[in-house]
């Protein structure tokens, strides 16, 4: 089977790409290696796939349907995990243009190209924040959407809706994931688990926006895998999927296992909560266990101690060689 990842350099695409290799597919990945985070890291998640023969990496942007049309020609995919968007919540309440632009056009852009070389499965990354501020807990698959807080929520529920048109017109094999805060090893240095353990770790101001009472159902990065692979080989007509842990994490409590697994304590800032922000995600995850299996498998104490085991590998060995080097 070939598969085309979109999005394929970063976290949890690549995640993704060394899943499906290990178990015999072949990866085609697509990416443009934007700027949102320096893009070496990208080009690090996929250094050691580049001499396997059943990878091919292809620059490009999901806004230009011409690479769109070139890749899909000649790769012919048999699936597509279409991950590429550009992500966060904050940043997109400063640039939703840019957000609409990328989430939107681009994801009609690959269901068109899947549409007509006659794709037999797409998968759709969207996220838990198509939720809201909703206070109904946990969240399921069935509650409405009808009320994002933020550009990026909104272009995500917007992305839900185009695909089911295109099941709905074409007979396209659709399934949305929504995606519950994913973290763990290669994840993104905008994101809370980075963040934080960087600033523990610098002894930083570590910014805690709100009083600490918020929570998320943060979601360690194989227990998504597992998910999506399922999904992959599933070939369900079209269905809307949250995949989280289902296990919620507060944000006092979350700080404080950073502060245990660092072996410092954080100097902690706090600021008011920030505009798009939810107070809490929360999976009902009971659609995914039915239809494809799930069972996450990774409490989050044990997948921060990973994370913060490959943060001391990777990130710091790498700083304390440039600062050797005096770079």
Same mark, same amino acid.
Do not use: C, M, P, Q
């Given at each position: 089977m070939k598969v085309?990842?979109?999005?394929?350099?970063?976290?949890?695409?690549?995640?993704?790409?060394?899943a499906l290799l290990n178990r015999g597919d072949q990866v085609v990945c697509l990416d443009n290696f934007n700027d949102y985070y320096n893009p070496e890291r990208k080009r690090k998640n996929v250094s050691g796939f580049l001499d396997d023969i059943d990878? /091919? =990496?292809? %620059?490009?942007?999901?806004?230009?349907?011409? /690479? =769109?049309? %070139?890749?899909f020609a000649k790769e012919k995919p048999d699936k597509v995990i279409h991950v590429a968007a550009m992500a966060g919540v904050r940043p997109s309440i400063e640039r939703p243009l840019l957000y609409e632009e990328v989430n939107v056009k681009g994801t009609l852009n690959m269901l068109e190209a899947a549409r007509r070389h006659r794709v037999t499965n797409f998968l759709f990354a969207s996220s838990s924040s198509v939720y809201g501020g909703q206070e109904k807990v946990p969240f399921s698959e069935d509650d409405p959407i009808a009320h994002p807080i933020s550009p990026y929520a909104a272009t995500k529920a917007a992305g839900e809706l185009l695909c089911h048109t295109y099941h709905h017109l074409y007979g396209l094999n659709i399934t949305c994931l929504r995606f519950f805060t994913v973290y763990g090893p290669k994840g993104r240095p905008d994101m809370a688990p980075y963040l934080f353990t960087r600033w523990v770790f610098e002894g930083a101001e570590l910014k805690m926006f709100g009083d600490g009472t918020t929570?998320?159902?943060?979601?360690?990065?194989?227990d998504i895998v597992s998910g999506v692979v399922a999904a992959l080989d599933a070939d369900l007509s079209y269905e809307i999927i949250n995949l989280g842990n289902s296990q919620t994490v507060v944000l006092r409590d979350f700080i404080a296992l950073v502060e245990k697994l660092v072996g410092k304590k954080a100097n902690i800032v706090q600021l008011p909560m920030q505009p798009g922000d939810v107070p809490r995600t929360w999976a009902d995850?009971?659609?995914a266990r039915c239809l494809l299996g799930y069972d996450p498998q990774t409490p989050f104490e044990e997948g921060m101690k990973h994370f913060v085991a490959w943060y001391r590998q990777e990130v710091l060995a790498e700083q304390a060689e440039l600062k050797l080097w005096g770079l």
């Open positions: 085309l990842i979109t999005g394929g350099a970063g976290f949890i695409g690549s995640h993704n790409t060394a990878y /091919r =990496l292809y %620059e490009g942007d999901i806004r230009a349907r011409e /690479r =769109l049309e %070139e890749v929570s998320r159902d943060y979601t360690y990065i194989d995850i009971s659609k």
